[in-house]
């Protein structure tokens, strides 16, 4: 077969371990990074020469229109490049996951962040509340505001931000980490990004050792959203997970069975397509 990686990163751990699984069962393994070519994508790729399936591991618009004009040929991409641009708006995943009824928190959306300020003393969901960009991307916006006048400092940094205001979820100070690929569910933890960590050294979960509703949360989530490979991130609400977070193709390090399900993904054959999306 031939694979070909979509990203900026091929040398990242992941795609490296799972390109060499693929290479050494004598596959191939191309990649192009769509940030820096030039010409439309029918001058990237030839319609009568197509990878037999193409990881999409980039969200940039680029990349995005690259894997619509290659869906369109019949090509096979993983995630498809719906779910990867829902998963980039954080406003239309709350909505989507409202609908399905995941565990999730109240999402208000803001056009810009300086609307924030016309309630700041009375917000729907009260103070605490997380402020996000609506677009995830690097170097967006992620804080915890405790009050006004921490609103209207970060206003005044990010004026014109489109954000959306969460409900704080409190949760034990750590970030449970489920990621999914084609159905198997790996896990890890980490200290959560805002609110004070319990004391004591971290040791990551085994998938086993979590309460079923975890592992069962996740795998929905991927069914909800149309993604195969994936990550949540859940906070602890008292014994119950929420969903705060989720990512088309992570970067997935440190479980050790991650690269090789990967390289098993894309030897696998295509699975129905992933639902329309209304919001």
């Not at 605490?128 to 505001?145: E, I, T």
Request: glycine residues 8%.
């Amino acid at each position: 077969m031939r694979v070909c990686l979509l990203t900026d990163k091929p040398a990242h751990p992941l795609l490296a371990a799972a390109s060499s699984a693929l290479i050494e069962a004598e596959h191939r393994v191309t990649f192009l990074n769509p940030d820096t070519t030039t010409g439309s994508p029918s001058e990237l790729v030839i319609p009568d020469d197509l990878a037999d399936v193409y990881l999409l591991k980039a969200h940039t618009p680029r990349a995005l229109e690259l894997a619509r004009f290659l869906e369109a040929r019949g090509a096979r991409v993983v995630n498809s490049a719906a779910a990867t641009e829902l998963c980039q708006d954080r406003s239309r995943i709350a909505t989507v996951a409202d609908g399905a009824g995941l565990p999730m928190p109240r999402t208000r959306t803001l056009d810009a962040l300086s609307e924030a300020l016309h309630g700041a003393e009375r917000p729907e969901s009260g103070y605490p509340l997380m402020v996000k960009s609506r677009q995830s991307r690097r170097a967006d916006l992620v804080a915890r505001v405790d009050g006004p006048a921490e609103l209207r400092d970060l206003a005044a940094k990010w004026p014109n931000e489109p954000v959306v205001l969460q409900e704080f979820v409190a949760n034990s100070g750590w970030d449970h980490k489920l990621w999914v690929i084609a159905g198997e569910v790996f896990a890890g933890v980490r200290p959560a990004p805002v609110g004070a960590p319990p004391d004591g050294a971290q040791s990551a979960p085994l998938v086993r050792d979590l309460p079923p509703a975890w592992a069962e949360t996740a795998l929905h989530t991927g069914e909800v959203f149309g993604l195969d490979v994936y990550g949540v991130d859940l906070l602890d609400r008292e014994g119950a997970p929420v969903v705060v977070d989720i990512n088309a193709f992570p970067g997935i390090r440190g479980p050790k069975g991650a690269p090789a399900a990967l390289a098993a993904l894309a030897l696998r054959r295509p699975r129905p397509g992933p639902p329309a999306y209304e919001a």
